[in-house]
């Protein structure tokens, strides 16, 4: 099946510092990507949604300049948390577009990245 | 985008046929429907897609009935592994088929 992997798994950092979480489709080529926020016991909320070699589309109340999105092939796209706060500690979760087995337009999901900010 | 409600949580013991039931009353003709799984922690794992009748595959079942206005999960003989929380979601199949996540089905297997 369609593989996707994240990268840290995990981070601790300094609150300012930013924090890159990179997003690859291991076994496919991935025009769209999205990217998920989860708290703790809730449910995902869509960021942003990033298409191979333009601009991010980014959901309502997302900051675009905090939450940077680039999307530069098809099987790579990153997250970066700018001037990082312990309010931005979250589980970010990628996830990518694409066909498997023949079936085509289902995202699938990375394993997630815990952001913890001191 | 097509709202989604489901069951918050369910229990069931080892052994048994679990069936979760999602309505999407307003699914569009584009939506296809699909369930994932989600453990603490990890990203959701896919279980089956479908758009219409009933949809197979190894782990599960997943019946739409004529109307599509709701869709079932079939979990045939759970185990203690099953227990996680459940996602329904329709999207649709071009554009950038966004998918919006509802609360989920929190199932609980227990011996």
Same mark, same amino acid.
Request: glycine fraction near 8%; charged fraction near 15%.
């Given at each position: 099946?369609?593989?996707?992997?994240?990268? +840290?798994?995990?981070?601790?950092?300094?609150?300012? =510092?930013? &924090?890159?979480?990179?997003?690859?489709?291991? !076994?496919?080529?991935?025009?769209?990507?999205?990217?998920?926020? @989860?708290? +703790?016991?809730?449910?995902?909320?869509?960021?942003?949604?990033?298409?191979?070699?333009?601009?991010?589309?980014?959901?309502?109340?997302?900051?675009?300049?905090?939450?940077?999105?680039?999307?530069?092939?098809?099987?790579?796209?990153?997250?970066?948390?700018?001037?990082?706060?312990?309010?931005?500690?979250?589980?970010?979760?990628?996830?990518?577009? /694409?066909?498997?087995?023949?079936?085509? !337009?289902?995202?699938?999901?990375?394993? /997630?990245?815990?952001?913890?900010?001191? | 985008?097509? $709202?989604?409600?489901? +069951?918050?949580?369910?229990?069931?013991?080892?052994?048994?046929? *679990?069936?979760? =039931?999602?309505?999407?009353?307003?699914?569009?003709?584009?939506?296809?429907? =699909?369930?994932? @799984?989600?453990?603490?922690? @990890? /990203? +959701?794992?896919?279980?089956?897609? /479908?758009?219409?009748? $009933?949809?197979?595959?190894? *782990?599960?079942?997943?019946?739409?009935?004529? !109307?599509?206005?709701?869709?079932?999960?079939?979990?045939?003989? *759970?185990?203690?592994?099953?227990?996680? &929380?459940?996602?329904?979601?329709?999207?649709?199949?071009?554009?950038?088929?966004?998918?919006?996540?509802? =609360?989920?089905? @929190?199932?609980?297997?227990?011996?």
């Amino acid at each position: 099946g369609a593989v996707v992997s994240q990268h +840290p798994s995990r981070v601790i950092c300094k609150s300012g =510092t930013s &924090v890159k979480i990179e997003c690859r489709s291991l !076994d496919f080529q991935a025009t769209t990507m999205f990217w998920y926020r @989860q708290f +703790p016991k809730k449910s995902l909320m869509l960021m942003a949604t990033s298409n191979e070699g333009s601009k991010a589309t980014y959901e309502q109340g997302v900051e675009k300049d905090k939450f940077l999105i680039n999307h530069a092939s098809l099987t790579l796209s990153t997250l970066t948390v700018t001037s990082a706060h312990p309010e931005d500690s979250s589980f970010y979760i990628c996830s990518a577009r /694409g066909t498997s087995g023949g079936r085509t !337009d289902t995202q699938y999901f990375g394993p /997630g990245t815990r952001l913890t900010v001191l | 985008l097509a $709202k989604t409600t489901q +069951p918050i949580s369910m229990d069931s013991y080892e052994g048994q046929e *679990v069936n979760i =039931t999602c309505s999407h009353n307003n699914i569009a003709t584009n939506d296809y429907i =699909t369930w994932y @799984q989600q453990f603490p922690s @990890q /990203g +959701p794992r896919f279980i089956i897609q /479908g758009y219409k009748t $009933k949809v197979t595959n190894e *782990v599960a079942s997943l019946f739409i009935p004529a !109307d599509r206005k709701s869709s079932t999960l079939s979990l045939p003989r *759970v185990s203690l592994s099953d227990t996680a &929380v459940y996602y329904c979601l329709v999207g649709d199949t071009g554009g950038g088929n966004k998918l919006t996540f509802g =609360t989920g089905t @929190q199932l609980k297997v227990e011996l």
